[in-house]
């Protein structure tokens, strides 16, 4: 195992196995309409099978040691989907964190928000922000949930926020480097993205962490979201475990 670049946070850890475990793992959820639609079943029966999908491979990430899981679950592209489709999303994650933040909260989970959740109404709001607030000291697992989320628009807001402040001369342009500037995303204080899987055999980014995943291993695989659980995360785990990560050396 090669180390990473100084700016980058620390390596990943070793496991009681003996592998390496990653720190910091992300999931781009894909495949709940095929897994509705192979079945007959209306969409929302895919999602619905995909949040079972989440309580497990939390389960199983909590086990493992991995720090941080960041969940895609709502890109700043979903709002495109049908009026129904996009309500039924919103009312699943209410009932989701309705059911189960108690038991997160047992778990020493802590609950964490990247994108704009404000746009998904007060009543939704006000249950997030509740449920960050109730977690907030917890350690044993961050679970970052990305709401109406997307990469570029926060890179350009972070160029913004610092182009805000070169222009008043608060900072000088010359001065802004990696560090700097990763600070001003919404992962700031997180450790380095180790390994990003997206489920569904799709193999594209859609605008989920670019910035974060210059250094990640990337793992397609072909399983649909719901079908995901705590057997296809150790398994992913085994893969990173087996990869020789150089971050550009040899
Ligand atoms: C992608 O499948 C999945 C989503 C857009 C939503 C993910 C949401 C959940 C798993 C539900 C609840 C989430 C939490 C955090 C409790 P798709 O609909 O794009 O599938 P398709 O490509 O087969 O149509």
Known sequence: MTSRPAA???AP???SAGGVVPRHVAI??????RWATKRGLPRVAGHRAGAEAVRKTLRAAVKSGVEVLTL???SSENWRRSEEEVSDLKGLLGYYLERELDELDREGVKLRLIGD???FGP???ERLERAVEQTVHNGRLTLVVALNYGARSEIVAAARRLALQAADGKIDPASIDEASFGAELMTRDLPELDLLIRTSGEKR???FLLWQSAYAELLFVD???PDFDEAAFDAALEEFAGRQRRFGGR
């Open 117 to 119: 959740h404000t746009a």
């Open 8 to 10: 980058t946070g620390g």
């Open 223 to 225: 399983t649909l979201w």
């Open 13 to 15: 850890l070793h496991g």
């Open 72 to 74: 895609y679950a709502f």
């Open 28 to 33: 781009i959820m894909d495949g709940n309409g």
């Open 205 to 207: 980014l859609s605008n």
């Open 123 to 125: 009543h939704l709001v």
